[in-house]
């Protein structure tokens, strides 16, 4: 199994230290050291105001963070998680993951998803009923505009004669894209157009609130990777060339919570299910604490 850490800006009275210009290199490079593959960064671009008090959560712009954190690491991947498609024309999204992949000289991996916080819509003047259909849209003028010399494409709302990309990403044919969402729709997405899957396992009310089905229970879990993989295989693809990232309950390394038992068990299960990589959130109290968590991660269950 493989980890992320996601940083955590996004959490309530977050050190700013954490995020600044000399505590976000050496929180990036005490990642890198521990052992984990990856590190992510969420997207809120218009919240409100209300959303945020109501136990909402801030950001960095993800493009930016991660081009910060590249260029401050050597192996560490950067992550958008999740980098919402539909907010955006899908050739801006284009250039800006492009332009990641070539500046962390390919260590970008895109999570997308399809959003859900309606104000946030309409804040950017994006239709909240379209974000289905803008987000496979997206999904799939990302992937076509790297690999075409020449993109001819009309959208919902653009059209592109003669559009080429460059310079192209490092990746090829195109950077790692991997689908966020519990719902079914999600996993058809995956088996069309993706290499990763990524649920939230959590609860009921979260569930609701991100506006997706609910999945509570390893069970659940469970039930879901073998749909994905049916889809998969349905798709004439290979199951097993597809990952599957999870964020639970027992990603928040709060104090004493979980224990290293019951982690390490709660890890083996994931394992079994063909969970291959799991997020991992550590305390925002403060730079050290944050570092401390990370650093403690990396030596019990990394190395």
């Excluded at 289905?132 to 494409?153: P, T």
């Excluded at 998969?232 to 390394?253: C, F, H, M, Y």
């Amino acid at each position: 199994m493989r980890f992320t850490v996601e940083h955590p800006v996004g959490q309530t009275d977050c050190d700013p230290a954490l995020y600044g210009p000399t505590g976000l290199p050496e929180f990036a490079r005490a990642a890198e050291q521990a052992g984990f593959t990856a590190m992510a960064f969420t997207e809120h671009p218009a919240p409100s105001l209300k959303w945020l008090r109501g136990g909402g959560h801030a950001t960095l712009d993800p493009v930016a963070a991660l081009s910060f954190v590249a260029a401050c690491t050597t192996r560490l991947s950067v992550m958008p998680y999740l980098l919402v498609l539909p907010y955006r024309n899908p050739l801006l999204a284009a250039k800006a993951i492009v332009s990641l992949d070539v500046l962390s000289g390919g260590r970008l991996v895109v999570a997308a998803g399809g959003g859900y916080l309606r104000s946030e819509f309409a804040a950017l003047g994006v239709d909240f009923e379209e974000r289905g259909a803008l987000f496979d849209e997206a999904l799939d003028v990302i992937r076509r505009v790297c690999v075409e010399e020449e993109l001819h494409y009309v959208g919902r709302h653009f059209e592109a004669h003669g559009v080429t990309l460059a310079p192209g990403p490092v990746q090829r044919p195109h950077p790692p894209m991997w689908i966020g969402g519990n719902g079914r729709n999600a996993r058809r997405r995956v088996a069309r157009f993706g290499d990763g899957w990524c649920p939230l396992v959590a609860t009921e009310e979260l569930a609701a609130t991100t506006r997706m089905p609910a999945i509570t229970s390893m069970t659940q879990l469970a039930e879901s990777v073998d749909d994905l993989r049916s889809l998969v295989s349905g798709a004439d693809r290979d199951p097993t060339s597809i990952a599957v990232q999870v964020l639970t309950p027992q990603s928040e390394l709060t104090a004493g919570k979980p224990s290293t038992e019951q982690l390490r068990d709660h890890l083996g299960q994931l394992g079994e299910l063909g969970v291959t990589h799991f997020v991992v959130r550590p305390p925002r109290q403060s730079l050290s604490v944050a570092i401390d968590a990370t650093t403690w991660f990396g030596e019990q269950f990394i190395a």
